[in-house]
């Protein structure tokens, strides 16, 4: 007689729960690790991007930046007054607050700066600049002045020059003079042109050391290198309306501006600047963290499968005991869903770490020691939103559990039984099917066709692992190429940057000439080509930006349409493009210190300099509205060995001195992009090797656990534990190599739209990866040797298997 299954109780589903977690407790390590790293990489991301741009505006508007910030030279009467009056009297501005500066190019631990430096006074009343410590991480109080020559620094020198507190900065101001040495006092965060993106540099000074330089440099005449001049801090009036394109375009009406004009910025500009490689990174990292997640998806999925596959009998024996199909779910949803919310929450905590070591390293990039807050509310709403997948996924993942009945308690079925047939019928006809397609064992290669076989018989516990491999190998191969892109010495975002090629650019400013420069050259090496390319501030429809003027027109980077071939053509680069609505064939007004023309829009180029705020026109075009000063022009030099590159650089530094501007394709904080590039690929490298252990231990210890059977009848048949082992790895290998062929494929696909799309953002509108055919198979072989190496570790248990042990277990 049969009788009503009794309840089951709740203590009995907490137990059956406790037991169920303790059994499976290798799948929740698995996605537990996945998902620390992935949260708390998250959790870092989410507080740098939050923190930094707050942070960054917070300082901006406190130390009065304004709405623009116009950098002045050559002020009439070497006063900002006049200039910042004029401003003030229109409408549409609020009040303008001045710093005076000079302008004066420098040297620092034997290497002369591609851009000039700016001598501030140190106006602590006015200008509270915050001071750092001597390693910059963390804060010290503010000297209430400085002494007599020493200066204070952004601690982005510390990555562009190796500058540290003590080292003496030397800034040429006259021809033939003694330069104007300081010493480093100390660090302080520059939220106007900290950051290592930025090449102009402020250094902080005492008045009268100021005043000293600026009367050497009035009595100098024409031998003065340095520059007098100022930055004019605007504020727009609350009460006009207008927006910063506007505002711009208002004050680039007042008289006598464009002629002072060196640049001029908005808050979101330099903002933007200040953070660029930040945020370039934070895109990479936030891949980083979707593969992960999404990797724990397809590890939890398998596991998943593989739980209830071989916890069959065990499942219908609770339904036997009066478990329901939906207590079922709830338990197996708690099971596989606490990995998940404890690697959140653990992720988190860890967080508070990685947050405040990643806000104290990105001091030597944006110039700013960002807060490490954690970010509470961006981050529970993210792991909301994880978890809430996770719940869904889940769900759809056990909805097999219907299909379990107390009969498969009594037969012994497993899932994979109930696929091929009633479980009250036997799956003896599904099996005969099954057998007959089975790959034959061969005497001679028996540990590569037990391979295949045990391939072809668990394809589907196999299938995870590829897809795993897959993914972060489609992510390594991303990191691999835009490695390769960047190049060793930065090669490719400085072609991006630039608006042309050139291997060495010499801008004589003093006692030089051209001439003197291709002779220096020439004693190392051949010139085999050269033009000039001069860079003035322009505004284009009232919008200032910087205009790339050049010789040879066709030397451009044209993405679309045609270079600039008359003088009344012009190119503006995608970034212009798109912001401000210029297309091919529109008509652009252009002005500058000599009045104001119209252009036609023939082209769209590459420039990424100032974020992409460029214009390109033809020497002649810029004739019409601008002043030509042989100083303004940069002749570039292209070798005919590259690798006399360095020795014709300090030739030309050691005779030439502060009479001109030598550089070559590279600006001092490339080296820290370079080296930050560096580090993030040997992150990729350690987790890879995280990533390809979870998913080959998870794999490889249900597959263990299923064979065991048929490794005792292996190990009685005279099979050594490490012909088994062996075999075992091979299996592993094959599943890795198809993965990595997988995500290899895809990241060459995948990498320049999805990079591309990142760094159109600061203005690099032209991305593609052609990495050298040696390194597209790199994460790859990495996978495949670390899949074949854990799988090998993983399968040690073989050498304890014994009919002995079988017999007791079955027992």
């Given amino acids: 007689m049969v009788t009503a299954m009794t309840p089951y109780a709740p203590r009995a589903l907490a137990i059956t729960l406790k037991s169920t977690i303790l059994r499976h407790k290798g799948s929740l390590a698995g996605v537990l690790a996945l998902m620390i790293v992935a949260s708390a990489a998250l959790a870092t991301i989410l507080a740098l991007q939050a923190n930094a741009n707050t942070y960054e505006r917070e300082e901006l508007q406190r130390l009065g930046y304004g709405d623009i910030t116009v950098w002045a030279s050559n002020l009439p009467g070497g006063s900002a007054e006049p200039m910042a009056d004029a401003l003030e009297a229109l409408d549409e501005v609020d009040h303008v607050g001045t710093q005076t500066l000079v302008y004066a190019d420098y040297e620092v631990n034997g290497e002369h700066s591609d851009s000039e430096g700016q001598l501030i006074v140190y106006d602590r009343e006015h200008y509270d600049y915050r001071l750092l410590n001597d390693q910059a991480d963390g804060y010290a109080d503010a000297p209430a002045s400085l002494n007599a020559g020493e200066t204070m620094v952004s601690p982005a020198m510390r990555s562009m020059f190796d500058v540290q507190v003590g080292d003496t900065i030397a800034f040429q101001v006259v021809r033939g003079g003694d330069p104007e040495e ?124 593989a739980d209830i596959e071989q916890d069959t009998h065990v499942l219908g024996v609770y339904k036997a005991l009066g478990c329901t199909t939906g207590m079922l779910r709830v338990m197996l949803l708690v099971q596989h869903l606490l990995g998940v919310v404890l690697g959140l929450a653990i992720g988190a905590g860890a967080s508070l770490w990685t947050i405040r070591l990643a806000a104290r390293s990105t001091a030597d990039s944006t110039g700013l020691l960002v807060p490490a807050d954690f970010p509470t509310l961006r981050y529970l709403g993210c792991a909301v939103a994880i978890v809430a997948v996770f719940t869904v996924f889940i769900l759809v993942k056990i909805r097999r559990l219907a299909c379990v009945t107390p009969l498969h308690a009594i037969q012994g079925a497993t899932m994979l039984d109930m696929g091929r047939g009633d479980a009250t019928d036997g799956p003896a ?144 680069t995608e970034f212009v493009s798109r912001d401000l609505g210029v297309g091919l064939g529109d008509v652009v007004t252009l002005s500058s210190d000599q009045g104001s023309a119209r252009y036609t829009v023939v082209g ?49 530094e050691d005779d030439f001195g502060g009479n001109a501007y030598i ?127 854990f799988a090998y570790l993983v399968s040690g248990s073989i050498r304890h298997v014994s009919l002995q042990r079988e017999l007791v277990g079955d027992a």
């Fill in 663 to 789: 550089h070559e394709n590279a600006w001092p904080g490339l080296y820290g992009i370079v080296a930050a590039m560096r580090m993030l690929v040997t992150a990729m490298v350690a987790v890879t090797a995280l990533v390809v252990f979870v998913a080959v231990a998870l794999s490889g210890a249900k597959i263990l656990a299923r064979e065991r059977h048929d490794l005792v009848v292996c190990r009685l048949i005279g099979l050594t534990s490490r012909y088994l082992r062996v075999s075992f790895a091979i299996r592993f290998a094959v599943v890795a190599a198809v993965g990595a062929v997988v995500g290899t494929v895809a990241a060459a696909f995948a990498t320049d739209p999805l990079v591309g799309m990142l760094l159109l953002l600061y203005g690099v509108s032209d991305f593609a990866s052609h990495p050298a055919w040696w390194r597209v198979p790199l994460p790859g072989l990495l996978a495949v040797v670390l899949a074949v190496a």
């Fill in 182 to 305: 300081f010493t480093v006092a100390g660090y302080v965060e520059d939220p106007f042109m900290g950051s290592s993106m930025i090449g102009m540099k402020g250094f902080l000074i005492t008045a009268d050391d100021a005043q000293r330089i600026a009367e050497r440099i009035e009595n100098a005449g024409i031998d003065a290198l340095g520059r007098l001049g100022a930055m004019l801090h605007i504020s727009a009036n609350p009460e006009s309306g207008v927006d910063a394109t506007e505002l711009n375009t208002r004050i680039n009406e007042v008289e006598g501006l464009r002629q002072v004009v060196e640049s001029a910025h908005t808050v979101d500009a330099i903002a933007g600047f200040t953070l660029t490689a930040l945020n370039a990174y934070i895109g990479m990292l936030l891949a980083f963290v979707v593969v992960l997640v999404a990797v724990a998806g397809v590890v939890l999925g398998a596991s998943i499968n």
């Fill in 429 to 572: 006809s599904g099996r005969g099917e099954s057998v007959r397609r089975r790959p034959p064992l061969r005497a001679r290669s028996l540990g590569w066709s037990m391979a295949v076989r045990q391939l072809h018989d668990g394809r589907r516990w196999y299938a995870g692992a590829c897809l795993v491999v897959a993914l972060i190998v489609l992510l390594s191969s991303m990191v691999v190429r835009v490695d390769a892109w960047l190049g060793t010495d930065g090669r490719g975002l400085m072609d991006a940057f630039n608006p042309a090629d050139m291997h060495i650019g010499v801008q004589c400013i003093g006692d030089c000439t051209v001439g003197q420069a291709r002779d220096i050259i020439e004693a190392h090496t051949d010139v085999v080509d050269e033009y000039a390319l001069a860079m003035p501030g322009v505004a284009l429809n009232g919008t200032d930006m910087t205009a790339n003027v050049i010789t040879e027109p066709e030397r451009f980077h044209i993405l679309q349409g045609v270079t600039s071939q008359t003088a009344d053509q012009v190119v503006v």
């Fill in 604 to 652: 769209i180029y590459q420039c990424a300099n100032d974020m992409g705020l460029n214009v390109g026109l033809n020497a002649e075009g810029y004739a019409r509205i601008g002043r030509d000063n042989p100083q303004m022009w940069c002749h570039h030099f292209f070798l005919a060995s590259e690798s006399a590159k360095q020795e014709a650089l300090l030739a030309l």
